[in-house]
């Protein structure tokens, strides 16, 4: 009879446990429509002309406590990649970002959330050697997949949006 009794406090002090550390990961509220995007995504998708597929994979997980929300990608195992850290700027008041790529330049813009499954991004890009210095992106989530559209600022003129989808994926992110 006393076993009962003791698998039962057990139990209880497993599930409180398990919801107490499910609270641990929880992202800070500002950054709260992320947590849907967490995990590991990709997307195939035709460059210009001539050239191979392109696979992009991407990986979205929480970091610094919950404070920061880390994506790294790469493109064609390591072709190309980047990482974001983005966080909420208490003294701008908005969720802002900074983008690192392995080909020598950065962006660093903020984000606006237009719908509870959707943002806006803006970025200022330095560096560029093909002439971006704006970039925004629409991000969409419906159930296991993304769709984003993006526009270039490129030598004075915004280029025509582009789609991609990203799917669920078991891929890794790889650097060179």
Do not use: C
């Not at 992009?56 to 919950?66: H, I, P, T, Y």
């Not at 813009?109 to 971006?132: C, L, R």
């Amino acid at each position: 009879m006393k076993i009962i009794p003791k698998i039962v406090i057990t139990m209880a002090l497993t599930v409180m446990s398990l919801k107490a550390y499910a609270e641990d990961l929880k992202l800070a509220k500002e950054l709260a429509i992320f947590e849907q995007y967490l995990g590991s995504w990709e997307s195939e998708f035709d460059p210009k002309e001539g050239q191979p597929k392109m696979v992009d994979v991407s990986k979205w997980e929480r970091a610094l406590n919950g404070t920061t929300v880390r994506t790294l990608h790469s493109i064609n195992d390591g072709m190309y990649g980047g990482e974001s850290l983005i966080f909420f700027d208490k003294e701008k008041g908005k969720v802002v970002f900074y983008y690192f790529t392995t080909a020598g330049f950065y962006t660093q813009g903020w984000i606006e959330q237009i719908a509870d499954n959707a943002f806006v991004a803006y970025e200022d890009v330095s560096g560029n050697k093909d002439g971006i210095t704006q970039v925004k992106s629409t991000s969409t989530l419906t159930p296991n997949k993304i769709t984003v559209e993006t526009s270039y600022f490129k030598k004075g003129n915004w280029t025509k949006p582009e789609a991609r989808i990203y799917v669920r994926s078991e891929k890794t992110v790889t650097f060179k």
